[in-house]
């Protein structure tokens, strides 16, 4: 006997699915947990930990490579670039300035491993040199504080440390005329790299904002706040000391006190930041110089900085820096300094300039503009050749 077909027989091609079968057929994900989560971070933690010591063997044996060579451990525009190289790779959501500090303290601890490094800056801790020299070399070197700008050059000097960290000049106030001056007396120490940071500056105190009685700071902080303060505080006397460092630590030790200083510098003496980002200017930058033995390796985008003495003579400065317009260099700064003629106090000084220009001094164009300058002027000095490098906060 034939039967008729069911209706409902299912062909060769199955049953068409609709959404709701679809997710009928799909197992049912269990809801995420804290704990799961937490569990995923475990061990990516455990992956990051076997991927840095991985990454630390290879530079145990690229520290060995430079010791057998005599090279540099340290090379300011290879750490630039790995950190460049770590932001272009990120697609976040991890800060750009977080994972800048990540890889800027790896960095400093990996070259702990090839060798220990000590660096001089104008202390105490926490002052803008020291915080300068913390973003350069991270927190695996030792930093020494000291006592002044020609103290940094002496330890540099004397061995006593392989690098030096000094300020160079200010956006608002110009040079560092301390740092022009060690130049001068030591031109054989070199700039092996640049440290330009956005200066922040707070006003801090235990007492209340009314009661301040005396501010204290660096001279050239508080010039650089000159028109907030007077506003501000005008009840208040500014005291100059020698570090903005110095100054939170008589704010924190006296009463009726304030301190013009960084953010870290509150923190570490527990000082209530009554008003942040008090500067006249918002864009407040101050360029540092890394000072050492030896001058830096060429990197193909470098600066030169030149120290140029000249007699004081209508034209003289124009005749000399002619051969940069000749040969295409660019001149990007440029200070007066002038210094007595040597045992003739009553005769007009002499002037040395400090340049900047574009390039390094072995790049030909250079070189043959230097060659031209040499000639024209009493005294030439090249104070360095190093990479140009970005500002960062403070």
Not at 27 to 45: E, Y
Not at 93 to 116: D, K, N, Q, V
């Amino acid at each position: 006997m034939n039967r008729k077909p069911s209706s409902n027989k299912r062909t060769a091609a199955g049953p068409k699915e609709t959404p709701t079968s679809k997710a009928a057929a799909e197992p049912k994900r269990a809801p995420t947990s804290l704990a799961s989560l937490r569990t995923q971070i475990d061990r990516l933690d455990h992956e990051l930990v076997d991927l840095l010591n991985r990454r630390a063997e290879v530079v145990v044996r690229v520290g060995q490579f430079k010791q057998d060579r005599g090279l540099e451990v340290w090379s300011a525009a290879r750490e630039d670039e790995v950190i460049a190289q770590a932001l272009a790779a990120s697609r976040g959501p991890m800060p750009a300035e977080t994972l800048r500090t990540i890889f800027r303290e790896l960095i400093s601890g990996s070259r702990s491993l090839e060798r220990p490094l000590r660096v001089a800056c104008l202390g105490p801790k926490y002052s803008y040199s020291h915080l300068a020299s913390v973003a350069r070399f991270g927190e695996a070197v030792e930093h020494v504080p000291v006592g002044s700008i020609a103290a940094v050059f002496e330890e540099v000097n004397r061995r006593h440390v392989q690098f030096g960290l000094v300020p160079l000049e200010n956006s608002t106030d110009g040079r560092v005329a301390d740092t022009l001056d060690c130049f001068i007396k030591l031109p054989n120490l070199k700039i092996r790299a640049e440290v330009r940071l956005r200066v922040h500056h707070c006003l801090m105190g235990r007492c209340e904002w009314g009661q301040i009685r005396r501010v204290y700071s660096k001279a050239q902080a508080l010039s650089q706040c000159r028109n907030w303060l007077g506003k501000n505080v005008p009840q208040a006397a500014k005291v100059e000391v020698v570090s903005t460092a110095a100054a939170a630590e008589l704010a924190a030790r006296e009463d009726y006190a304030a301190a013009v200083a960084s953010r870290a510098a509150a923190a570490a003496h527990r000082l209530n930041i009554l008003a942040e980002n008090i500067e006249d200017q918002p864009h407040n930058v101050t360029r540092f110089a890394v000072i050492a033995e030896r001058p830096g390796e060429r990197t193909g985008r470098d600066k030169t900085t030149l120290m140029i003495r000249l007699a004081n003579q209508a034209g003289s400065l124009a005749r000399t820096i002619a051969p940069f317009e000749k040969f295409g260099v660019n001149m990007t700064w440029i200070e007066s300094f002038p210094i007595p003629a040597p045992g003739a106090h009553d005769h007009d000084p002499s002037y040395l300039f400090f340049l900047d220009i574009e390039g390094h001094a072995d790049d030909a164009p250079v070189q043959k503009a230097l060659e031209l300058v040499r000639k024209r002027c009493e005294r030439l000095d090249i104070l360095g050749s190093y990479p140009r490098s970005e500002c960062i906060e403070s």
